[in-house]
């Protein structure tokens, strides 16, 4: 998926990220080399370049930690990371590029995980970290189907999230509720969350309908014709299921337009970043979406860590993508050292397939042969934005 990139952000990706960008071409990560070969993917430039951003920074900042502690099983490691543009062609580039440069894992893409992912399976290279946002892009055929073999998500999920969105509208949406979404399958996660709880309970939308948004701007403007149909469905709630910037212009418009009686729910993204509270502005008060429990109740350990990223990115706000990001370099390492260094790629994929409560920044994390994504509805609370005090206030 696409993001926005404060200018912030691009200053702190030049200040630390970049030092990691290109690793010496005559390195090999597959066995033979002195250095472990491992390449990023993530979009960092562009119209919503926040989320790339981020991963690549919690990235570097495990790599960096590892390497100053002796690397994995006494090797240094080699991050090679570029920005895709969020374009599915470049992605495919570099992907094939790192493979032939002795990458032993591919880290990302948040932006071009349906490519990345479908690309593991086919070169058979572990594909780990912030691939899109979980969900669709990890089980292709739906959430009842095997996932990608070689593709495991440190990332959000989008079934997690509409898993928890949908069992909250249940009991606070009496008129029912309409959806807005993407037709990517990042949009289509999301639904995917919603109907799998929706199945279970009986309950059904009172109106859902998908719009194509302005990748290229950042932003589609005038949903009003949207707005209107969800009002003449007398539903209570709808679910904004877009990009920040889109639930930002959404908000604005209902508030220009005078609706007040309508709770606005997002998504995984809504509150990763700072966009859509920064877009959104005053009229942003009130948006209900869900966060990491561990990021609304952050123990010592990860509030340390994100003390540091802040004073490592001039003062950038960490979020879950960097957060997980960093668990997944970590997850690598541990899943090589228990292998006694053995760096070959089914080797690591059959240590990933039985990785069994990682002991993350965010909590325990896990995989199965079916099992591919580390993030549950069961890790969520639902939140809320205070335009006033400025935080994301918990509803639970």
């Known amino acids: 998926m696409k993001r926005i990139v404060p200018g912030v952000a691009a200053l702190a990706v030049a200040t630390l990220a970049l030092a990691g960008c290109s690793g010496d071409p005559g390195s090999d990560g597959s066995g033979s080399g002195d250095k472990i070969v491992i390449g990023g993917i993530a979009g960092t430039t562009g119209a919503y370049g926040a989320v790339g951003i981020a991963v690549i920074n919690g990235t570097q900042m495990a790599v960096d930690e590892i390497n100053a502690d002796g690397g994995i099983a006494g090797r240094q490691i080699d991050f090679r990371w570029d920005d895709d543009a969020a374009d599915a062609t470049k992605s495919s580039q570099l992907f094939q590029q790192y493979v032939s440069e002795g990458a032993v894992a591919i880290l990302g893409s948040p932006d071009t995980g349906p490519t990345t992912a479908a690309l593991g399976d086919q070169m058979q290279i572990p594909v780990l970290g912030a691939v899109d946002d979980g969900g669709l892009t990890v089980y292709p055929n739906g959430p009842d189907e095997p996932p990608y073999a070689w593709t495991f998500s440190t990332s959000l ?40 709880v929706f199945e279970e309970t009986g309950h059904d939308f009172v109106y859902v309908e998908s719009i194509t948004e302005n990748w290229g701007s950042g932003a589609t403007v005038n949903l009003d014709a949207e707005i209107q149909k969800i009002v ?158 400025k935080k994301w206030e918990p509803m639970e």
Not at 176 to 196: N, R, S
């Open 157 to 196: 999920n989008t079934f997690a999230w509409g898993g928890k969105l949908a069992e909250w509208s249940i009991d606070n949406c009496p008129n029912g509720l309409a959806m807005l979404h993407d037709p990517t399958t990042y949009g289509l996660g999301g639904l995917a969350g919603f109907e799998m």
């Open 232 to 389: 003449d469905s007398g539903a209570s709630c709808v679910e904004v299921w877009l990009t920040p910037g889109d639930e930002a212009a959404f908000m604005q418009e209902i508030a220009s337009l005078g609706i007040t009686d309508l709770k606005v729910l997002g998504n995984d993204v809504t509150n990763a970043d700072a966009t859509f509270v920064d877009l959104a502005g005053p009229e942003g008060d009130g948006m209900i979406s869900a966060l990491l429990t561990s990021d609304v109740y952050p123990d010592e350990r990860l509030s340390a860590w994100q003390e540091e990223y802040r004073g490592l990115f001039d003062g950038l706000e960490p979020g879950p993508f960097a957060e997980l990001s960093y668990d997944a370099v970590y997850i690598l390492k541990q899943v090589i050292e228990d292998a006694d260094g053995d760096t070959s790629p089914e080797t690591i994929r059959a240590g990933l397939n039985k990785l069994t409560d990682f002991d993350g920044l965010t909590g325990k994390l896990s995989f199965t042969e079916q099992i591919h994504t580390t993030i549950n509805k069961e890790q969520l609370t639902m939140v809320q934005w205070n335009y006033g005090s």
